[in-house]
């Protein structure tokens, strides 16, 4: 892994001035249009319904913030008047994710939870591997648990009297890469089979399903009405039999 350095202090400036609403946090546009949109949308989808808002800052795989950067700050301070939640995501690396909750979540919560929360998001990020993909399950995992959250807390998560810091941190238990897990022979062999399998079943009834409409065309009997024969030149029916006249 590169060694990492410190985002620039116009990253954290921009960090601190954006607005309490503006929930994805991308000084340095790393998100394309597109994706960016679609972010700008999951996030304000969520803040509608949450009550736990949250906040996603995008730095690059190379970056990291600056010892004693003052997160409380981000959002325009609004972290620390309202159930928050701020995630330092860096982008193509969601090992290194940190992830903040304001004073009112974590005086009420154990750490176990957060952190077993986090890895959840770690883990569901690593089933792809387009970093922008990671970031969009990422966030659609943890907004999820945060409305475990928010039933779990009850309706009011009144700010309880305690100790500690304003925004408490919690990060993946390992600082390694983490990677999906190793796929075996084996179990690549079961679901090409199961998949073979399957195939052959569609072929196989597709094929009955032909055959029967065959056999049915086949034993249909097609009732064709008969044509009633006018008399010609007036004179009745002969019944079928027929005249022949021959000049010599």
């Known amino acids: 892994m590169a060694s990492l350095k410190d985002v ?8 601190e001035k954006s607005l309490p609403k503006e929930y994805l946090i991308d000084p340095d546009q790393l998100i394309p249009e597109i994706q ?11 803040a509608q319904d949450a009550r ?9 795989r190379d ?14 301070g609004s972290l620390l008047n309202s159930d928050a939640c701020l995630v330092i995501y860096p982008l193509g690396e969601p090992w290194r994710t940190r992830l903040f909750v304001s004073r009112s979540i974590h005086n009420q919560i154990s750490s176990e939870f957060l952190t077993e929360t986090i890895q959840a998001c770690l883990q569901e990020a690593l089933q792809t591997s387009d970093e922008h993909d990671q970031l969009r399950r ?4 943890l907004s999820t648990r945060l409305f475990w959250l928010q ?7 009144a700010d ?31 679901w090409l089979s199961a998949g073979l399998l399957l195939l052959g079943l569609g072929i196989f009834t597709k094929r009955q399903i ?3 409409l065959h056999l049915k065309r086949q034993r249909r009997v097609w009732m064709l009405a008969e044509p009633e024969t006018v008399p010609r030149l007036g004179g009745a029916f002969t019944g079928g039999g027929g005249g022949m006249i021959r000049y010599s």
């Open 8 to 15: 620039t202090p116009e990253f954290l400036s921009a960090c």
């Open 151 to 157: 039933k779990a807390l009850g309706t009011e998560a």
């Open 210 to 212: 032909l055959h029967r």
């Open 160 to 190: 309880k009297p305690g100790t500690g810091p304003a925004l408490a941190e919690f990060s993946p238990q390992s600082k390694e890469p983490a990677a999906p897990a190793p796929v075996s022979i084996a179990t690549v062999m079961l």
């Open 63 to 76: 970056q990291k913030l600056p010892e004693g950067a003052e997160v409380d700050k981000f959002a325009s």
């Open 138 to 141: 990422y966030t659609i995992h």
């Open 52 to 60: 736990i808002k949250l906040h996603v800052v995008i730095t690059g």
């Open 36 to 46: 960016n949109h679609d972010m700008m949308r999951l996030l304000g989808f969520h």
